[in-house]
């Protein structure tokens, strides 16, 4: 039974750029989060996708947006890349349709580092 | 912003029970207590959660005060593999609450 999975697991970009992060959630579960983790603290929540929309919203711009896909994967992207950006990208998968224990599961991160 | 206290650090010798506490004082009457930890470079493990009844699993044991304002987190035999960052998180169940908010955690380090 695969896990959550996220690709790249590491990635450099400069201010300015745009960049596309990915996540498949864990077989059976239909809902992505994605988390900002800066380096030492606690991960940030971006946004929440159910149903190929969002919807929960943490505090960070429009220049964060994603998507949910047919078969529940996921992307994030972020635009004009700032140097603040760099960090591990968490996805969190958990299920709506199923036996909602409130419990998520996470990937193991992509971290964009930002030049 | 975070609504649970945890001591920033804690060691413990390795095979001794590891008691982590936790302060969530504002807690709702329908938000339970989750627990994760994150070990180096990795995604956030689940651990346990309990509403106001003790709980236990494979991994670790959970109390919750009787006025739900304070846990515990207890692994009961602990091995380096336990080294991580453990965070006490409140979040009422069911769908649309997978916004957890995470603090800075517990660093705890298992020492040989």
């Known amino acids: 039974d695969a896990g959550v999975t996220q690709s790249p697991t590491h990635l450099i970009k400069t201010r300015g750029q745009q960049v596309t992060l990915r996540c498949s959630p864990k077989?059976?579960?239909?809902?992505v989060s994605w988390y900002q983790q800066a380096l030492g603290q606690g991960p940030q929540f971006i946004f929440q996708?159910?149903?190929?929309?969002?919807?929960q919203r943490g505090n960070f711009p429009d220049r964060f947006s994603g998507h949910q896909f047919p078969n529940y994967s996921s992307e994030l992207n972020v635009n004009a890349l700032l140097l603040g950006d760099s960090a591990l990208y968490l996805c969190?998968?958990?299920?709506?349709?199923?036996?909602?224990?409130?419990?998520?599961?996470f990937g193991e991160g992509s971290r964009l580092t930002v030049l | 912003d975070a609504k649970t206290t945890q001591p920033t650090s804690m060691d413990c010798a390795e095979g001794r029970a590891a008691n982590l506490p936790c302060n969530h004082s504002?807690?709702?009457?329908?938000?339970?207590v989750y627990w994760y930890r994150q070990i180096h470079s990795q995604g956030p493990q689940y651990i346990i959660h309990g509403l106001k009844n003790n709980e236990t699993n494979e991994m670790a044991s959970l109390i919750i005060t009787e006025d739900r304002k304070s846990s515990t987190l207890i692994l009961p035999h602990a091995t380096l593999r336990d080294t991580a960052v453990y965070y006490c998180?409140?979040?009422?169940?069911?769908?649309?609450?997978?916004?957890?908010?995470f603090g800075t955690g517990t660093r705890l380090t298992i020492i040989p």
């Open positions: 504002t807690i709702s009457g329908n938000e339970y």
């Open positions: 996708y159910y149903e190929e929309e969002e919807r």
């Open positions: 969190a998968s958990s299920s709506y349709r199923g036996t909602n224990t409130g419990e998520l599961f």
């Open positions: 998180i409140v979040n009422s169940r069911g769908f649309g609450n997978e916004k957890l908010t």
């Open positions: 077989s059976g579960h239909d809902t």
